[in-house]
């Protein structure tokens, strides 16, 4: 017998809040809670082993930006700063290029906009811990944080710092090339006669040499 929950009431209750905004209180204090104050930022120095930022490095990761992406407090979409990048790409290149020289990723741009979504089907929504939340950061600096995760890539693969069979995070790899070195491992292993196993959760799948 399957027993399914109850659809979300259009205004849901929680203890303690009963109009908008106690409720909107209880719910940020729950996904938000106090944190001490920022320090202020000691003083930034160009660092001179940093490479400039080339136009190829700003227009790769916005690419794969989707346009309708919702935005966050800046309101600008992805659609705004593709056609920018496309016309003028020196307008974006003198606006992200002090960012990677003094490698900082200033407060202000760490904003967001919080949307509260119920779980769906929930016996009753008298928690916030029966929501969950969606954060629209402001797209510049999501921009920003690519480019960042790109050079920080770069670094980790000159370095050797990644596994060789490392899939996850890298882009042109995925679960299919995850597959696929699982499967090319299994196979030699069995051109010896020995029997195989791995190990997935929650269970364990044996394969003998002449599956």
């Given at each position: 017998?399957?027993?399914f929950?109850?659809?979300?009431?259009?205004?849901?209750?929680?203890?303690?809040?009963?109009?908008h905004?106690?409720?909107?209180k209880?719910?940020?204090?729950?996904?938000?809670?106090?944190?001490?104050?920022?320090s202020?930022?000691?003083?930034?120095?160009p660092?001179g082993?940093a490479?400039p930022l080339?136009a190829?490095?700003?227009?790769?990761?916005?690419?794969?930006?989707?346009?309708?992406?919702?935005?966050g407090?800046?309101?600008?979409?992805?659609?705004?700063?593709?056609?920018v990048?496309?016309?003028?790409?020196?307008?974006?290149?003198?606006?992200?290029?002090?960012f990677?020289?003094?490698g900082?990723?200033?407060?202000?741009?760490?904003?967001?906009?919080?949307?509260?979504?119920d779980?769906?089907?929930?016996?009753?929504?008298?928690?916030p811990?029966?929501?969950?939340?969606?954060v629209?950061?402001p797209?510049?600096?999501?921009?920003?944080?690519r480019?960042?995760?790109?050079?920080?890539?770069q670094?980790?693969?000159?370095?050797g710092l990644?596994?060789p069979?490392?899939c996850?995070?890298?882009?042109?790899?995925?679960?299919?090339?995850?597959?696929l070195?699982?499967?090319?491992d299994?196979?030699?292993?069995?051109?010896?006669?020995?029997?195989?196993?791995?190990f997935?959760?929650?269970?364990?799948?044996s394969?003998s040499?002449?599956?």
């Amino acid at each position: 017998m399957i027993a399914f929950g109850r659809a979300p009431p259009s205004f849901p209750s929680l203890p303690g809040a009963e109009t908008h905004q106690p409720m909107n209180k209880v719910r940020l204090d729950h996904f938000f809670p106090p944190k001490p104050a920022f320090s202020s930022p000691p003083r930034l120095r160009p660092h001179g082993a940093a490479p400039p930022l080339t136009a190829e490095e700003i227009s790769t990761p916005l690419s794969k930006c989707s346009p309708t992406s919702a935005p966050g407090p800046d309101g600008v979409p992805y659609s705004t700063w593709k056609p920018v990048d496309k016309i003028n790409p020196v307008i974006l290149l003198n606006l992200l290029s002090p960012f990677i020289c003094l490698g900082y990723h200033p407060a202000s741009l760490k904003g967001s906009n919080a949307i509260v979504l119920d779980k769906p089907w929930k016996p009753s929504y008298e928690s916030p811990s029966l929501f969950r939340i969606i954060v629209l950061m402001p797209t510049f600096s999501k921009i920003v944080q690519r480019i960042f995760a790109a050079c920080i890539l770069q670094a980790a693969r000159a370095k050797g710092l990644l596994h060789p069979n490392q899939c996850g995070s890298i882009p042109g790899l995925g679960k299919y090339d995850t597959c696929l070195t699982l499967s090319n491992d299994l196979k030699i292993v069995q051109r010896t006669r020995l029997k195989v196993s791995y190990f997935t959760s929650p269970r364990c799948t044996s394969v003998s040499p002449g599956d």
